[in-house]
């Protein structure tokens, strides 16, 4: 089936197999492989992305589900090719990545809450990442991350304490 | 964990799903579909349609009839959550929502598609059933309205038959000045399915004195339970604590509950009984609190 998306900002048309969700087709199709597949039930979170503006998971829609949506990927936060958004730079410097998988998820989900709320208190980040899953257990740098982003985003630029 | 192949189809109005439905007996509805897609992901479901009411004009909205405030089958949950005449009318809905999944699958899960579901745990099946909601259908005969205890039938059993599709929800409205509510959870990780919920709603005079009162608990049994005899005990009490423990303490010694790995029977009862006491206690002080109309 023809599935017509606007993928962070630019139109594309795919022709997919309505079983195709989501996260494949962005994968497979488009070659985004920034949104990663992993429990593919909707457990995980690795999936997500933002589905007109809101966090959601790929793989519980299909494709042809989200004709005509705008879909934001990881991949629309760098400002170019080769360096990173402030997010993403706030994730490196407080080692709020490990082994990387949930990353994009976290991020995005990051993205979407400074847009409803710019200066989230420790615990509505805690909410806001409550539906993403880091199997390496490095929620405490993640949340520091975020909170380290906010404070850049709000024009706070401090370093990180060594 | 891919699904098996189906053919998909998105028709513009819920008589062209009620023509869908009857053509395939193997045709599920879609909405949502953050129950739907993970099952078809299992292989649990091979539905060999699926038909997408999402964006079908007439099963969106929220609207207040007076006596009811009617949601759109597809209506978002994440949409329910924010809006403000659920806040004001039905408060004990806005509550529960919180409860239901997380923010990314609220941003997709719809209210008809949970109450569609009929999962025993689930938060939204809990509040219609409490407030003695009403489930509007569709099929080729025309609409059909039914109680919400007609509706449950068992756990994701409902009484929907072949051809239906749901179009409407609706959680009735207390009149009265002084309500409050109060919905409390308990589940092994944050945003995951209740092992026991409560919801409870209470109605107070200007004295003090318990004038309505309604308490359902979640997750313990087969569909979601309405506890009227604490309703008969407590109206008219003044609820306090050791009212409220006893005439709970009483309900729940009698419910049938659901085994389940997760949670031994006795505990299921034993925190049925504790949230139960929670929420109404929850409901009582919010009430205590509010001085005026809630509207």
Redesign the interface.
């Known amino acids: 089936?023809k599935v017509e998306l606007v993928v962070n900002g630019m139109p594309r048309s795919v022709d997919v197999?309505?079983?195709t969700?989501l996260v494949?087709c962005l994968r497979d199709n488009l070659n985004l492989n920034g949104v990663h597949t992993g429990?593919?039930?909707?457990i995980c979170?690795a999936c997500?992305v933002l589905?007109d503006g809101?966090?959601?998971?790929a793989?519980?829609?299909?494709a042809?589900?989200a004709d005509g949506y705008a879909i934001t990927t990881v991949e629309s936060l760098a400002p170019a090719p080769g360096e990173l958004g402030v997010i993403q730079d706030a994730f490196c410097e407080t080692h709020g990545m490990q082994c990387g998988f949930c990353t994009s998820g976290m991020i995005l989900?990051a993205h979407a809450l400074f847009r409803s709320n710019p200066e989230p208190s420790r615990e509505e980040i805690i909410?806001?990442i409550?539906?993403n899953i880091c199997r390496c257990t490095g929620y405490g740098q993640i949340v520091e991350a975020i909170e380290l982003a906010a404070q850049r985003l709000a024009g706070r630029n401090i370093g990180v304490a060594p | 964990m891919k699904a098996a192949p189906f053919e998909y189809v998105r028709p513009g109005s819920v008589d062209e799903v009620c023509v869908c439905l009857s053509a395939d007996p193997d045709a599920a509805i879609i909405a949502g579909g953050q129950t739907l897609v993970p099952m078809m992901a299992m292989r649990l479901a091979r539905p060999s349609r699926l038909i997408d009411i999402t964006r079908i004009p007439e099963l969106h909205g929220i609207r207040d009839d007076g006596a009811a405030i009617a949601i759109g089958a597809v209506t978002r949950q994440a949409t329910a959550a924010h809006d403000d005449l659920i806040a004001r009318k039905v408060s004990l809905l806005a509550a529960a929502l919180p409860w239901v999944g997380h923010a990314a699958t609220r941003n997709r899960g719809t209210v008809g598609g949970s109450v569609a579901n009929a999962d025993p745990a689930a938060e939204i099946p809990l509040v219609l059933v409490t407030l003695r909601g009403h489930v509007v259908l569709r099929d080729s005969a025309g609409p059909r309205t039914l109680a919400s205890q007609d509706f449950f039938l068992g756990p994701m059993m409902t009484a929907l038959t072949p051809g239906c599709c749901i179009t409407e929800v609706r959680f009735p409205v207390w009149e009265h000045a002084r309500i409050g509510v109060g919905f409390q959870e308990v589940s092994a990780r944050q945003g995951d399915f209740a092992l026991v919920s409560a919801a409870a709603q209470v109605a107070l005079d200007q004295a003090g004195r318990c004038t309505a009162c309604a308490l359902g608990v979640g997750g313990a049994t087969a569909v979601p339970q309405r506890l009227d005899a604490v309703s008969r005990v407590l109206t008219g009490s003044h609820l306090t604590d050791v009212e409220i423990g006893a005439a709970v303490r009483a309900a729940t010694g009698s419910l049938e509950i659901m085994s389940s790995p997760h949670a031994s029977d006795d505990y299921r009862r034993r925190a049925a009984a504790t949230l139960g006491r929670r929420a109404l206690a929850q409901a009582r002080d919010a009430a205590l609190a509010s001085t005026g109309r809630h509207q």
């Not at chain 1, 809101?54 to 998971?57: A, G, L």
């Open positions: 089936m197999e309505p079983r969700t494949d429990c593919e039930h909707g979170g997500t589905i809101e966090p959601s998971r793989c519980l829609i299909f042809v589900q989900v909410e806001a409550s539906g």
